[in-house]
């Protein structure tokens, strides 16, 4: 028996999920803009906290020189957003964001199969009666001792 079960009653009956408050999510959008990218490669906007934003930063140095550009960064937010956040608090935690991250290198095309490849796919396949099921399989395994390599 699992214990699984369907949610959607639960969240019917609780209400709906909570969304990204529109602060947080323009401050993101911005906030290499507003900051810098040094610094917002160590920080990080994640929510809000009565009238004010709430930015991550990497360690405690980070937190301690954003506290004393409060004002800077503040007024950076004010031309940059609509509805800027009245203040900024600084806490130490982490600012990894996979928006931020660079994508993946796409994989390496597969190399053509060697000659050695195709003489061991053909000496692996030599049982299989049918000539065009062998020559399909010898393709296969070509292929794959040339991935695998």
């Known amino acids: 028996m699992s214990d699984l079960r369907r949610v959607g009653e639960d ?3 609780l209400g709906r999920v909570p969304s990204v408050d529109p602060l947080v999510t323009d401050s993101r959008r911005v906030w290499d803009q507003a900051v810098g990218v040094d610094v917002a490669r160590n920080s990080l906007p994640v929510r809000r906290s009565g009238d004010a934003l709430v930015v991550l930063c990497a360690s405690a ?21 609509e509805h800027p956040p009245a203040r900024l ?3 130490v935690g982490d600012v990894d964001d996979p928006s931020r991250q660079p994508p993946p290198a796409p994989p390496e095309p597969p190399r053509a199969p060697t000659e050695g490849d195709r003489r061991q796919a053909s ?9 065009e099921l062998r020559t399909a399989a010898e393709r296969a395994i070509a292929a794959a001792l040339a991935r695998d390599s």
């Not at 140095?61 to 004010?78: C, D, F, P």
């Open 11 to 13: 969240v019917a009956r």
């Open 61 to 81: 140095s980070w937190a301690n020189e954003l506290t004393l550009l409060e004002g800077r960064v503040r007024r950076k937010l004010e031309e940059l957003l």
């Open 89 to 91: 608090r600084f806490e």
């Open 123 to 131: 000496e692996l396949a030599r049982a299989i009666v049918d000539p």
